[in-house]
């Protein structure tokens, strides 16, 4: 316990390791007692918080010992949340997370997911499982994750939680795990789609966190045609143009992210505008601080109005009609002069006429500089 406690400070913590710390805690978390056991898992929990700690953590065992530490103590909460919590740091590390894997960690902490009531060990084991699908490319455990019998489920279960700290680790979860395409389409079979709108709808009011996940989830699912309009189908517009008009850039981000996925449908493009999404895209395109906001929002309009919307909106009576058609043409004018407005504000004449008339590397390097959205390879939207 007192190495375990020493642990929490990260001076001390880097003594306690290179003190051989590290092994004696993972010693001690084979104990046959709980309480030993138990300290032991704090322990590696407080030390794998920082970078340095967890790949030797990993070389002395201690991710098997942790993973163990879920089957031999299947009823001892305070031993299950440290050692869910210990391997979620774990899992962050790319490396780490492959050992996770190697060792039954998915198996085990989708097991907790499922059977566990606990919202200390949920929130610990959602937070696990959504690192080790953080990886993208770099390893398998995305899918992994997703092939593991009743995972999905689970943690679309868990964003009914009352846990506002398990609601928002298990929608990073789906949200990460939404970058594989078979997992996409498993998470909308296990009623994600359902779910994570129902999330949006209730989580206008909570900690950012919760937010961005939320949006990101729904962005995630909506690369997909039939996850796009069931989103919108489901009443998904209205809580997304909701999150659009937070002043939360990694929030706004996400919901801009999800309503331009989700305008490539005509269908959905007129809800967005029925639903006064229109003015708060524009807002974003020209006002918010983020790079990313801007572009994605410019192209959310972009693809409202690219003439694919008009005759759906159009449909009613000739008195309708008329108010829709004055509604409808004030909205994509207002649309097209910002998207004029956000495109100019890449255009430096004098650079693109130095750079047109020498083309000399420096010149176009500078004009390339200026155009570049670094964010924009990472953005995840549905194929053409």
Request: charged residues 20%; contains cysteine.
């Amino acid at each position: 316990k007192a190495i375990a406690n020493l642990s929490v400070n990260p001076k001390v913590a880097k003594a306690v390791a290179d003190q051989g710390g590290i092994a004696i805690l993972t010693n001690m978390a084979k104990s046959v007692n709980r309480l030993v056991a138990e300290e032991a898992a704090g322990g590696l929990w407080n030390l794998s918080v920082g970078e340095e700690h967890k790949v030797a953590i990993a070389a002395a065992g201690g991710v098997k010992a942790l993973v163990d530490l879920i089957f031999r103590w299947p009823a001892g909460t305070g031993v299950l949340e440290r050692a869910a919590g210990a391997l979620a740091n774990l899992a962050a590390d790319d490396k780490c997370s492959l050992e996770v894997a190697t060792a039954g960690g998915i198996h085990a902490l989708v097991t907790l997911a499922r059977s566990c009531k606990v919202e200390g060990v949920l929130e610990q084991a959602a937070r696990a499982l959504a690192n080790l699908a953080a990886h993208g490319d770099n390893n398998n455990n995305n899918a992994a994750v997703g092939q593991e019998p009743g995972a999905l489920e689970a943690l679309v279960q868990l964003t009914h939680s009352p846990s506002e700290g398990v609601r928002q680790e298990a929608a990073g979860a789906l949200w990460n795990l939404s970058f594989d395409d078979r997992n996409r389409e498993s998470i909308a079979s296990a009623g994600g789609v359902q779910a994570l709108v129902s999330l949006c709808q209730e989580c206008l009011n909570a900690s950012d966190g919760l937010q961005e996940r939320a949006a990101g989830a729904l962005w995630g699912l909506s690369v997909s045609e039939a996850n796009s309009i069931a989103i919108g189908r489901e009443g998904g517009v209205p809580p997304l143009i909701a999150l659009a008009q937070s002043e939360v850039e990694d929030v706004h981000e996400t919901a801009a992210g999800a309503l331009w996925n989700l305008a490539f449908y005509s269908c959905n493009s007129l809800r967005i505008v029925e639903e006064g999404g229109v003015p708060v895209l524009v807002h974003l395109c020209s006002s918010s601080h983020s790079k990313m906001a801007r572009f994605m929002a410019a192209l959310t309009l972009a693809y409202m109005f690219d003439g694919r919307m008009d005759e759906v909106a159009l449909v009613g009576t000739s008195s309708q009609g008329s108010s829709k058609i004055v509604k409808f043409e004030g909205a994509r004018r207002l649309a097209f002069k910002h998207i004029e407005a956000f495109v100019l504000t890449f255009s430096d004449p004098q650079m693109f006429s130095t750079a047109a008339s020498s083309s000399g590397a420096a010149a176009l390097s500078q004009v390339a500089d200026a155009l570049f959205i670094q964010e924009a390879g990472h953005l995840r939207c549905r194929p053409s």
